[in-house]
């Protein structure tokens, strides 16, 4: 049962991880997205899917779907920086000429292998960035990325490898925006997310770096009823286990946990007050985090040296309600 097909999305390639359980659907050569995620026990879209004819919606703005890559995630004030000497000037792509979400996004990936084994089944991928002009004309330095995504039972995993192959050490971060459906019933659904504090941001929604107590936020530390929530927040973790956990009155429940070694906050994100969807997005660094006064142990900022390589996890479990 164990295996991995082919299929197409509006004529791009795509690869489908099959379990008993799970169905997953990566689109490698249009950002490496993982737009679909089916839970075949119960029958369930598990993930905001992108339809057929959205695909005009999904060139402009991928990172509306599925499980999107951000490098780096969040806003970029003006979209500048300087780093180990050298200076970077991103896109200006959101409102008063700030950058948003980083340099990834309909960019084509390689499969470079494909396993299937009687515990599951896994499709690795990869990507150079300086095959992408656009991306090497804003981040000089390149990298090379790879992603091995792995289904075993109602398992999914993402492990991404990152190799700096410049000369000059370069800050990277990641991030996921990962859209989890609430099927329209919000009020069916509890959240349960170690955080510490909130940072704030300014009237430009950028991160200043200057930190807030929680308040009624404090509730996800327990469990907090997705209600007439409305979330753009984003949370620290500091100290706290890395792991949301998503769980529906009947107790049917997605566990979603990342390498505490990297990932530092998570961003809460609801599209307006919480009706079809929750965005629970993992981060490696704060949102303009070359540009803030704070210690990469806070920001989480990656200082990648050249010819250095990194590992990071990210793991998503479902689990059934026991009859």
Not at 47 to 69: D, S, V
Not at 211 to 220: K, N, P, R, S, V
Request: aromatic share 10%; glycine share 8%; proline share 6%.
């Amino acid at each position: 049962m164990n295996k991995v097909t082919k299929g197409q999305w509006n004529g791009f390639d795509t690869y489908i991880l099959h379990s008993r359980e799970l169905e997953v659907t990566l689109l490698p050569r249009l950002g490496n997205n993982v737009i679909g995620l089916k839970d075949k026990v119960l029958d369930r879209e598990v993930l905001r899917r992108p339809e057929e004819e959205e695909l005009e919606f999904y060139l402009q703005k991928p990172y509306h779907f599925g499980i999107p890559l951000l490098i780096p995630p969040g806003r970029i004030r003006r979209g500048q920086f300087e780093y180990a000497g050298q200076h970077y000037q991103f896109d200006r792509n959101t409102a008063n000429d700030n950058h948003i979400h980083g340099l990834h996004r309909t960019q084509c990936w390689r499969v470079s292998d494909i396993e299937e084994d009687e515990e599951g089944c896994a499709v690795t991928t990869e990507f150079i960035t300086s095959d992408d002009p656009d991306w090497i004309r804003q981040f000089p330095e390149p990298l090379k990325l790879e992603m091995t995504l792995r289904l075993q039972g109602t398992h999914v995993s993402q492990t991404f490898k990152i190799t700096h192959m410049g000369q000059h050490a370069a800050p990277f971060g990641l991030g996921l925006h990962t859209w989890f459906l609430l099927d329209g019933s919000p009020d069916q659904w509890k959240l349960r997310l170690p955080v510490s504090h909130t940072f704030l941001l300014d009237e430009e929604n950028v991160t200043t770096g200057a930190m807030a107590a929680l308040g009624e936020l404090d509730a996800l530390n327990e469990g907090l009823n997705l209600e007439g929530t409305n979330f753009d927040t984003m949370l620290s973790i500091e100290g706290k286990p890395v792991e949301a956990y998503l769980q529906r009155s009947d107790g049917y429940a997605i566990r979603y946990s990342a390498d505490p070694a990297y990932f530092k906050h998570w961003v809460l994100y609801t599209k307006g007050v919480a009706d079809q969807f929750l965005c629970i997005e993992p981060y490696t660094w704060l949102p303009n985090a070359p540009n803030l006064d704070l210690p990469q142990g806070t920001t989480g900022l990656i200082d990648l040296q050249p010819e250095q390589q990194i590992e990071l996890v990210v793991d998503l479990h479902i689990e059934h309600p026991t009859r």
